[in-house]
């Protein structure tokens, strides 16, 4: 079991930007694939970006270069730099150990609301 605490959330405007961090307690390069996901009010949570230990990345349509994810081996962290938020982005995000395939482990979740 990997423990994943997310920080970093809450309220910015349209067109702000926030940074998410993910603090692990397994060593990050021990983690094959770490990943941020979206989950909005009565719906499932969706992939936002993932990142492996190659330091191939993936990102969602909807946040192709407005979001940066990264790993900080020395951290122990992973972050998720969101630029030009929008409306749309507001959900609660959650970070996980673990491929888009696997069941994985999830951190508690943080809430971001993009409002004006």
């Known amino acids: 079991q990997i423990l994943l605490v997310e920080s970093g959330g809450g309220l910015v405007q349209p067109g702000g930007s926030l940074r998410l961090s993910c603090a692990t307690s397994?060593?990050?390069?021990?983690?094959?694939?770490m990943g941020w996901y979206r989950q909005d009010p009565g719906k499932q949570r969706e992939l936002v970006a993932d990142i492996t230990t190659g330091g191939t990345t993936y990102y969602a349509e909807s946040v192709r270069g407005r979001f940066a994810i990264s790993r900080g081996n020395a951290e122990n962290t992973v972050h998720l730099q969101m630029n030009n938020l929008r409306l749309e982005d507001t959900g609660v995000y959650y970070c996980k150990a673990g491929s888009r395939w696997s069941t994985g482990s999830w951190g508690q979740g943080t809430q971001i609301t993009v409002s004006s």
């Open positions: 397994r060593r990050l390069f021990s983690i094959s694939t």
